[in-house]
Structures are given as C-alpha cells and as structure tokens.
C-alpha cells in the first residue's frame, strides 16, 4: 500500500473539511461549473478556489475550462484507493476481534469445566 501512501495522505486531508465534502456531495450528481458550486457557500471565491484546488491536488475532482466557464467532476475511480485501505483495515480489525471472540469463548468453555 505505500505506492498510495502520500496519495492517501492528500485524499483523507481533502476529505477533513465539511466545505470539501459538500462539494464532493453535489459533483456526485454530476459536473458543475464553479460558480454553481461556489453559489451555496457563504464564503469569498478566492477561498472557495482553495478548497477546489486542494480537491484537485488530491485527485479527487477535475475542472477543465469551456468558454469563460470552469467545469469541475469527479475523477473516476477517486476513492479506490482510500477504499482499499479503508478495507484492508476493515479486514485486520475483524480477524482480530475473531481471534478475541475465539480466546473468550476458549475461556468460558475453560470455566465450565
């Protein structure tokens, strides 16, 4: 998993803040212009910029330009690899809390007898 390591570490930083989120909600249903996206935020376009850049720099969103207009989606496959890790950790977890719930049960059986 370390070839997604510094990509992992942009993705879940990007993922940290609500504003992001919320972005990330709306492209869900599709592209959008960045003023469409901006329209909601009650915060400076320089600032809304940042957010959507620091999206980009993690992979999560592209924009390209059509006419005078900046159109933002979402990258395809954006969360694979954040999905990965989230399942291998998903996947350790559960094989520890079986072994744990296979020791107490040794235990318990130990005690009956």
């Known amino acids: 998993m370390s070839k997604y390591e510094s990509h992992l ?3 879940f930083s990007a993922l940290g803040d609500p504003t992001r ?22 915060m400076a376009l320089p600032s809304f910029m940042a957010h ?5 720099t993690a992979g999560l969103i592209t924009s390209a330009k059509q006419g005078r207009t900046r159109i933002c989606q979402l990258s395809p496959d ?6 990965d890790w989230l399942s291998e950790q998903s996947d350790i977890w ?4 079986d072994r ?12 009956d007898t």
Do not use: W
């Open 9 to 11: 570490d942009l993705c």
């Open 21 to 42: 989120r919320m972005i990330l909600q709306r492209l869900a249903r599709g592209k959008a212009s960045v003023s469409e996206l901006a329209a909601c935020h009650d």
């Open 52 to 56: 959507l850049k620091k999206l980009e």
């Open 78 to 83: 954006a969360f694979a690899p954040a999905k």
């Open 94 to 97: 559960e094989g520890r809390l």
């Open 100 to 111: 744990f719930d296979t020791y107490i049960e040794t235990l318990l059986q130990e005690d």
